[in-house]
């Protein structure tokens, strides 16, 4: 999701991936997976076939663990700052990175070959830092739509194509 503000000679881009479930539906969600699993396992046990109930629990972990993983990265974000001088990153995991706005450029990096989703790395002759990782192909066309808006000079790899 890309969220754009502006105010005087500020302008700020807040990232975050889409999310289709709150923290407390993903609850939900496993609690009803872990108690459909464990009422077949136990069927399944009654009937004399114990030994699946190890293998239960350790498929009904395993989920939990993936779905927690999924759900914990749907609540990272990143927020550019761009202002006359300077862009500004920073990312929920607590890093940060300050460029200069007149040597920066955005690098739109296209592989529609190996069907991948574009990247969007900001460029400057010191340093690259990629933004965005996280959102899909229309967010990333839109947040560079966003920046040649603002100003930011945007370089693609395939310049032939639209």
């Not at 069907?115 to 959102?135: D, M, Q, W, Y």
Request: glycine share 4%; aromatic share 10%; with cysteine.
């Amino acid at each position: 999701m890309v969220e754009v503000s502006a105010s005087n000679e500020n302008t700020t881009v807040r990232l975050s991936p889409n999310r289709s479930a709150t923290w407390q539906q993903t609850k939900v969600l496993m609690i009803f997976f872990t108690c459909f699993v464990i009422s077949i396992a136990m069927a399944w046990s009654l009937v004399g076939a114990w030994l699946i109930l190890p293998f239960a629990g350790v498929e009904v972990s395993a989920l939990a663990l993936v779905m927690y993983l999924v759900s914990r990265a749907t609540y990272q974000w990143e927020e550019v700052q761009i202002d006359n001088e300077s862009i500004t990153i920073s990312s929920s995991r607590g890093s940060a990175l300050t460029l200069t706005r007149h040597h920066t450029y955005l690098f739109f990096v296209e592989d529609k070959e190996n069907r991948r989703i574009p990247k969007l790395v900001f460029t400057t002759p010191h340093a690259k830092c990629e933004i965005g990782s996280f959102l899909n192909e229309k967010d990333k066309t839109q947040l560079a739509n966003h920046l040649s808006d603002i100003g930011i000079i945007i370089c693609k790899n395939k310049w032939w194509t639209s």
